[in-house]
């Protein structure tokens, strides 16, 4: 057997590998054939491995086993050639299963190396398997062949293949990159194709299994099933999803709430005896689900309790996943997964919701933790369980209180598919609005955690949703505003700007100050003295060059108010109350940047919060979207916390934006600044809200004009590089977008890239 060294991750850390005596390549951080933990550091980190030259050339197949842990893989194959690594010999390799790439590649000449860069920036991975194995020339050229067929009639096209040709005699290697086998699977529905190439499949059980017999910490987690005439056969496909867990150390603590179903008895009766690990208490009374799920929790003995309603399953790995996460974060109070739905009979799963990290604004929306929740048990003693008056929100009741018990910071989000929610007839999951008392339950607990809050407000239902709104009261008198909007002539659009502010606005302390960049058109002009005639607007003169954080910059610094609104001139007011929503947001403790909903003048969306890593720095959600779409789970719908949101329409309290040296005038004159601002804002310890009941047209980059002469594209292109250095670990991991989402569209589809 011969050693090959030179496998290292970026930032020094050394490592090896060994080729087997089959030819195949095995990644061993830890000598374990499952698989070592990696951590990759700083922008496109890489690892590289040292080849056997007489034996690497020709067609090869590359076959790599690796899953994410945190962050996004994409990852990417260079060969070394003369030239060493280069983008003209590197291929992207394509999924082929749960963690599972494959690529098919031509070399010309003997390669010595194979680097692998597994993503664009840092990120935490488990890589098991790396092989590398020759493939007859026929299999490589037949399948580039098909690749750049037409789909209907599978007849090459010459231009492919001379592409490929010029490729392999630029470079000295050739790429297939689209498996035909993966073509087939392209035609899936989204979710379905997602399910294919990432979701838990049942090969991966020993894994799993493995990384559960290394734990250091083993809790147990009580699960809490309360029961009331269930159907049988959901019944025991709820108990035996529990029974199936991979993770042993549970136990599943049932409260039969006096069901008149004869079977339910014996049926569980039954599972206690197949299980020592499953305990019953069967009640005499009929409590509904609060009483009943204390009653269940009576009988929990472990350090963590997990929730399950009695129709529905948990997948087979989720408690290990839980207990991974525990012992990943030892202080976590309170967890949660992704869940999808499942049909009656239990073969669809459908309508996957990808959460967010811990969102706050979100959570007092609407109660998008759901399932898979788990709480340390000594949490909802110290809350005093479940309550009965509300019934129906019993859960988003417990979730509020409990947020009152504990630091934030411990609440982990797991980003996986854990739990099927089924759907029947009676459940919520296929009709909100067949339960209105929950909704009516939930403004009541929302009302009463207001009420313990230092923020004080009153909670009302979004129309036509099961979401709700809090209008949070302002201090009185409620503070000085100072709305700077920077601008170069553009009369009329600043004129509808400022008329739309002066005569809709419903705020009533607010100052306007435009700062005029070297205005020199006559109506602009007269425009700016008709204002000053009037009083109602300060205008401020920078006279230098154009450099849009330099200008805000030194308008906040004559700003009078204790906050300031970064707008655009391109700006009109749709509702009245923007001004009284966005304060209100912005003088509650622990938020720093507050967004609004904006329009394009065609009544789609512009702007509803920004998320990182977008297109590669940042884009907009739900871009284009009808102005009264709902969004993904209701995200156009509801205030939220976002990672970012634009300066055509921000407000900040003045401190912060001096606490945190405001936009970067030196490195972002143009683009970007906003977005790095609220990354800065974040650092500092605030959060960042969007609002969708601050509602503006933008009539967007009107004022600005196009970007298409090569010193525009040189700036923003500099502007590009350098929020990637500066942030490049933070813009492939939005904490507010599920990494299962795409970041190639801004339409919050599922990543199946």
Not at 640 to 645: C, F
Not at 679 to 686: D, F, H, I, M, R
Request: net charge neutral; with cysteine.
């Amino acid at each position: 057997m011969k050693k090959l060294f030179g496998l290292w991750r970026a930032g020094g850390s050394h490592g090896q590998s060994n080729l087997l005596e089959n030819g195949r390549v095995a990644i061993q951080q830890d000598v374990s054939l499952d698989g070592g933990v990696w951590t990759a550091e700083g922008i496109d980190p890489f690892i590289v491995f040292n080849l056997d030259p007489a034996a690497n050339f020709g067609a090869l197949a590359v076959d790599l086993d690796i899953k994410a842990i945190e962050g996004r893989l994409t990852p990417r194959l260079f060969f070394m050639t003369k030239k060493g690594f280069t983008q003209a010999a590197s291929g992207e390799m394509r999924r082929v299963g749960n963690g599972r790439y494959r690529v098919l590649v031509y070399l010309t000449e003997p390669s010595a190396a194979l680097r692998l860069d597994p993503a664009a920036a840092a990120c935490t991975f488990r890589l098991q398997l790396l092989t590398v194995s020759r493939v007859p020339a026929r299999t490589f050229f037949n399948r580039a062949i098909r690749n750049g067929a037409h789909a209907r009639d599978q007849k090459p096209r010459p231009k492919w293949m001379l592409k490929l040709a010029r490729s392999m005699l630029k470079s000295g290697v050739g790429f297939e990159i689209a498996d035909p086998a993966v073509m087939g699977k392209r035609n899936l529905p989204q979710y379905a194709r997602w399910i294919e190439m990432y979701d838990y499949a049942d090969e991966d059980r020993d894994v799993v299994a493995g990384q559960v017999g290394r734990l250091s910490s083993t809790p147990l987690i009580s699960v809490v099933m309360p029961v009331y005439n269930t159907p049988q056969k959901l019944l025991d496909e709820a108990v035996a999803s529990v029974v199936a867990q991979i993770y042993p150390h549970w136990e599943l603590c049932i409260a039969d709430d006096a069901s008149t179903s004869a079977w339910i008895k014996p049926a569980l009766q039954a599972w206690m005896q197949r299980d020592p690990r499953i305990k019953v208490v069967f009640r005499s009374d009929n409590g509904h689900i609060a009483e009943a799920t204390n009653s269940a929790f009576g009988l929990a003995s472990g350090d963590y309790i997990a929730l399950l309603d009695h129709d529905d399953l948990l997948r087979p790995q989720a408690l290990a996943e839980v207990a991974f996460a525990i012992n990943q974060q030892p202080d976590a109070e309170l967890l949660y997964s992704d869940e999808d739905k499942i049909d009656e009979d239990g073969g669809r799963r459908f309508d996957p919701f990808f959460k967010p990290e811990w969102n706050r604004d979100l959570f007092l929306s609407q109660n998008y933790l759901n399932h898979l929740t788990v709480h340390r048990a000594a949490n909802i003693r110290a809350a005093g369980g479940w309550r009965k008056e509300y019934y129906g929100s019993q859960d988003y009741d417990l979730n509020l209180r409990i947020l009152a018990l504990i630091d934030e910071r411990r609440i982990v989000h797991i980003p996986k598919i854990l739990y099927h929610w089924r759907l029947t007839a009676q459940s919520m999951a296929q009709d909100e609005g067949s339960k209105v008392y929950a909704v009516d339950n939930a403004i009541k607990a929302l009302n009463s955690f207001l009420a313990n809050s230092p923020a004080t407000g009153h909670v009302e239902q979004i129309p036509t949703t099961s979401w709700y709104r809090i209008k949070y009261d302002l201090p009185e008198p409620p503070p000085l505003v100072s709305l700077i909007i920077p601008t170069r002539n553009g009369y009329d659009i600043l004129k509808k700007c400022i008329e739309s502010i002066l005569t809709k606005t419903t705020y009533s302390n607010y100052e306007i100050l435009i700062v005029d960049n070297g205005s020199d058109d006559p109506f602009t002009l007269d425009y700016f003295r008709q204002l000053r005639d009037a009083g109602s607007v300060r205008i401020i003169d920078y006279p230098h060059a154009f450099n849009y954080s330099a200008i805000n910059n030194f308008a906040v610094t004559q700003a009078k108010g204790e906050v300031v609104g970064l707008i655009n001139n391109d700006i009109e007011v749709i509702t009245p109350d923007w001004l009284t929503e966005m304060t209100s947001l912005a003088l509650r403790p622990g938020v720093g940047c507050v967004g609004a909903k904006l329009y394009y003048p065609n009544d789609t969306i512009q702007h509803a919060g920004v998320i990182i890593g977008l297109g590669g720095v940042a884009g907009h959600s739900h871009k284009t979207f009808q102005r009264n779409a709902r969004g993904y789970f209701g995200r156009l719908m509801v205030t939220q916390n976002v990672t970012a949101v634009t300066a055509a329409c921000l407000l900040v309290r003045k401190a912060i934006f001096t606490e945190v040296g405001g936009l970067d005038e030196v490195n972002l004159k143009v683009a970007f600044n906003d977005v790095d601002f609220c990354l800065k804002v974040a650092a500092a310890g605030y959060r960042t809200t969007w609002t969708p009941f601050a509602e503006l047209y933008h009539h967007e980059s009107v004022s600005r004009g196009s970007d298409d002469d090569p010193g525009k594209r040189e700036r923003f292109r500099s502007e590009v590089i350098f929020m990637k250095e500066k942030w490049g670990a933070t813009l492939a991991a939005d904490p507010h977008y599920s990494p299962n989402l795409t970041l190639k569209y801004e339409d919050y589809s599922i990543n199946i890239d």
